[in-house]
C-alpha cells in the first residue's frame, strides 16, 4: 500500500530534525569529543591517508577535524635539525611533564632576536655555544651528575630557566642589567657554567656578596642538573642546593628569584629567624624543597630537632662571608659542613679580605679551586693568599727561617695535598749554599729552565722545590705554586705583585714570605701599603722599618 504524502512528509521532518539536533550537539561538545565524531565520520565515509595504505587518519592537535587528511605541510625544502630529546623545552621533574610557565619566552624562538637587540660581543657567543668535553669523576667530587653530558654549550632548559627568571624580575622591576643584556649571555655566569662543569669548587673574589644575575645563573644551572639526573631515574632525598645567607633580608633576595622555577617543578624554601621555628617545622614536615635558603643558626636549629636533613646536599653555597666569619658563625659553619656526607661542590662568596676570614675559606675548601672574579685588583687577586714579611737581623738568619718555614709546610698533614714551592733569588745571593743546605735536608731542587710543573708530575720524590732568579719571573707559570719564598727581597714592587696575584691560582692555601734586612729600608713603605690594602698584618718591625 503507497504511503500518503502527510507520512512521506513527516519522514523527512523527522530527519532533519535529527540532522539539525546532531548539529547542536557537536557545536556545544568540547573539541576532543568534536574531533572524536570527525574521526567516526571520515571512518563512515572511507576517507584515507594518501601515504598509509589501508590505514585511516587520525586527529591531531593541529588539525582536530582532519581537513588535510593527514598531509604534511612543506613550507621548503629546508630540512630541520633534529633536537635532542633532554633539549626539548619541556622538562621531567619528578616524573611529571612541566610546560614553560606563561609568558616564559622559549629559547629556540627568542634566541636570536635577543641575540640582535642587545649588545653581545663576539667572545661572549663563542663562550656560550663552546664545546665541553665529557670528563668522568672530575675534580675533587666526582659527581657525574656535575658533568655536562651536552657538547653544545649550556641546555635549552637553563636558558629556559634564566629566561623565566628574568621575565618575573622584570615584571616585578627589579632586575637591572647592565645594557639591557639577556641573563644567558651575562660573562660572569658563563664562566661560572664553565667552572661549575669541571666539577671543582668556586672561590669568588669580586669583594661583595652575590648579585641577582650571579644567584639566577648558580640555580637554574642547580635546576638543569636536577632535571637530568631525574631523567636518568635518579632522586634526591635531601634539598640539592644549600644556600647559606647571613641574614633574613638575604634569604628573602634569593628566595624572590627562585619563585619563577617553581612553575617549572622546582620548589624552593626560606628559613630564617623572622619566623616561628613551629612553623617552620611543620611547613617543612609537608614539603620536599630542592633549594633550601638559610641562616646558619636557624639551620643548626632544625637540624637539631631533625626537622629537615641535609647530609645528600650536592650544592653548598656560602654567601656573605663578612659576616659569617664574625661572632660564633664560624663554628656553626664548621658544624653545617661536618652534617654534610660526602663532598658536595662548594661556592664562596668571599666578600672580606681581611686575613682573619681566611681559616673559614680553608675549612670550607679543602680541595683544588677555580676562581672568579669581575674585577682584576690587587686584593681580589690575591684573595686568600697569606702575605708574611720578616724583617731579619742577618743573612744567616733569612736562610734559617726560610728553611723552617719550608719544613713546617711540608710538615702540614691537614693539608689534602702538599704545596708546590718556589724559591726566587739573585743572582748576587748565596745560591750555591743555599742549594746544598736544601739537598742536605733531602729536598728535590730544579732550577732556571728545567723548574717546571711537569717536573713535579713526573717526580716520585714527596719535597720538590723549584728555584728561579728575578729575571725569570715573568716567564714562569706561577698559579700551580702554593708556597713562594722570597729569601732576599731587592725585587722591585711590580715583580712583588706579579707573583702576589698569579701564584696559588687553585689552592686556598697560599703563602707569600718575604724576608727584609735594614739594607731593604727603602722598600718598606710600598710593601706595607700592599699589606695594608690586602687586609693582611704588617709586623712592627716593618713599620719600624719604614721609619729608618
Known amino acids: 500500500m503507497a504511503k500518503g504524502e502527510d507520512a512521506v512528509r513527516r519522514k523527512k521532518s523527522k530527519v532533519n530534525r535529527k540532522r539539525l539536533q546532531k548539529q547542536d550537539s557537536s557545536a556545544s561538545v568540547s573539541a576532543r569529543v568534536a574531533a572524536i565524531i570527525a574521526s567516526k565520520k571520515r571512518r563512515k565515509s572511507g576517507k584515507r591517508r594518501m601515504c598509509e595504505g589501508m590505514c585511516f587518519s587520525l586527529p591531531t592537535p593541529d588539525d582536530p577535524f582532519n581537513d588535510k587528511l593527514g598531509k604534511k605541510d612543506f613550507e621548503g625544502k629546508e630540512s630541520k635539525k633534529q633536537v635532542p630529546r633532554q633539549e626539548d623545552g619541556r622538562c621531567f621533574v619528578h616524573g611529571k611533564g612541566v610546560a614553560p610557565r606563561k609568558g616564559t619566552q622559549t629559547p629556540n624562538t627568542d634566541f636570536k632576536d635577543k641575540v640582535k637587540c642587545s649588545k653581545i660581543s663576539i667572545n ?313 743546605t736544601l739537598k742536605n735536608k733531602g729536598y728535590f731542587i730544579s732550577t732556571g729552565s728545567s723548574c717546571t710543573i711537569s717536573n713535579f708530575k713526573n717526580s716520585k720524590m714527596k719535597n720538590e722545590v723549584s728555584m728561579i732568579n728575578m729575571e725569570q719571573i715573568k716567564t714562569t707559570d706561577l698559579e700551580e705554586y702554593g708556597l713562594v719564598i722570597i729569601p732576599n727581597f731587592v725585587l722591585p714592587i711590580d715583580s712583588y705583585v706579579h707573583v702576589l696575584t698569579r701564584m696559588a691560582r687553585h689552592t686556598v692555601n697560599g703563602a707569600l714570605h718575604s724576608f727584609l734586612t735594614k739594607e731593604n729600608a727603602a722598600i718598606a713603605e710600598p710593601l706595607t701599603d700592599i699589606l695594608e690594602q690586602c687586609g693582611q698584618a704588617v709586623p712592627e718591625a716593618l713599620r719600624d722599618l719604614c721609619l729608618t
Open 124 to 436: 661572549d657567543l663563542v663562550d656560550l655555544e663552546e664545546k665541553v668535553q665529557v670528563i668522568q669523576n672530575v675534580g675533587d667530587h666526582g659527581q657525574s651528575a656535575l658533568v655536562r653530558e651536552n657538547s653544545n654549550g649550556p641546555s635549552k632548559f637553563l636558558i629556559m630557566c634564566l629566561n623565566s627568571i628574568e621575565n618575573a624580575l622584570r615584571h616585578d622591576g627589579t632586575f637591572i642589567s647592565k645594557e639591557d643584556q639577556p641573563l644567558f649571555v651575562n660573562s660572569w655566569g658563563i664562566e661560572f657554567w664553565k667552572c661549575y662543569s669541571a666539577g671543582k669548587d668556586i672561590l669568588e673574589t669580586s669583594g661583595a656578596s652575590s648579585t641577582v644575575e650571579q644567584i639566577a645563573w648558580m640555580i637554574s644551572i642547580a635546576a638543569d642538573t636536577i632535571a637530568r639526573k631525574e631523567k636518568e631515574g635518579l632522586s634526591f632525598a635531601s634539598p640539592f642546593l644549600l644556600f647559606l645567607v647571613p641574614s633574613q633580608e638575604k634569604a628573602a633576595k634569593v628566595r624572590s628569584v627562585c619563585k619563577p622555577l617553581k612553575a617549572l617543578g622546582i620548589h624552593s624554601v626560606s628559613i630564617h629567624p623572622g619566623a616561628s621555628l613551629d612553623h617552620q617545622i611543620q611547613g617543612l614536615k609537608s614539603c620536599e624543597p630542592e633549594f633550601l635558603v638559610s641562616t646558619p643558626e636557624r639551620l643548626l636549629e632544625l637540624v637539631m630537632f631533625k626537622a629537615i636533613d641535609i647530609s645528600g646536599v650536592s650544592l653548598l653555597v656560602a654567601d656573605g662571608l663578612e659576616s659569617l666569619s664574625n661572632g660564633g658563625n664560624p663554628d656553626m659553619m664548621k658544624s653545617i659542613r661536618q652534617s654534610i656526607s660526602g663532598t658536595p661542590l662548594t661556592v664562596v662568596f668571599n666578600d672580606c679580605f681581611n686575613h682573619a676570614s681566611v681559616p673559614l675559606v680553608q675549612n670550607l675548601l679543602s680541595g683544588s679551586i677555580h676562581r672568579i672574579s669581575l674585577n682584576d685588583t690587587i686584593t681580589s687577586l690575591s684573595s686568600c693568599i697569606i702575605q708574611s714579611v720578616n724583617v731579619c737581623a742577618s743573612e744567616d738568619e733569612k736562610l734559617s727561617k726560610g728553611i723552617q718555614i719550608l719544613d713546617q709546610a711540608y710538615g702540614d698533614k691537614l693539608l689534602s695535598q702538599p704545596l708546590k714551592v718556589l724559591y726566587i733569588l739573585v743572582k748576587d745571593s748565596k745560591f750555591g749554599e743555599m742549594v746544598t
